[in-house]
Nanobody, 124 residues
Framework: QVQLVESGGGVVQAGGSLRLSCAAS????????MGWFRQAPGKEREFVAA????????RYSDSVKGRFTISRDIAKNTVFLQMNSLKLEDTAVYYC?????????????????WGQGTQVTVSS
């Protein structure tokens, strides 16, 4: 049974930092591209960042580029999202997802497995 479990969310002041983790089990982690998505209240889910199975390719949305960094530790079956210079508009539930396709994707529909999400709240 595949499980993706996010952690590290919380409440942080604007300008602060958080590091999200997503621990994967029940799959061969090194075979999967991994992505982070988020959904704010009343809004559609949006792509945040993705990393290829090798870690050699990383993709970011324009809204987080230069502030967020995605990484993965294959030995620990974990993907991370380091979030710096947080803004009020970063407030959302953040989800990690796993994708077995050939090319790392920014489209949520490409991902096969999803976590339950972790809440990130940025306060003023």
């Amino acid at each position: 049974q595949v499980q993706l479990v996010e952690s590290g969310g919380g409440v942080v002041q604007a300008g602060g930092s958080l590091r999200l983790s997503c621990a994967a089990s029940g799959l061969t982690f090194s075979n999967y591209h991994m992505g982070w998505f988020r959904q704010a209240p009343g809004k559609e889910r949006e792509f945040v960042a993705a990393i290829s199975r090798s870690g050699g390719t990383r993709r970011y949305s324009d809204s987080v580029k230069g502030r967020f960094t995605i990484s993965r530790d294959i030995a620990k079956n974990t993907v991370f999202l380091q979030m710096n210079s947080l803004k009020l508009e970063d407030t959302a539930v953040y989800y990690c997802a796993a994708d077995l396709r050939v090319v790392v994707s920014t489209e949520g529909g490409a991902y096969d497995y999803w976590g339950q999400g972790t809440q990130v709240t940025v306060s003023s």
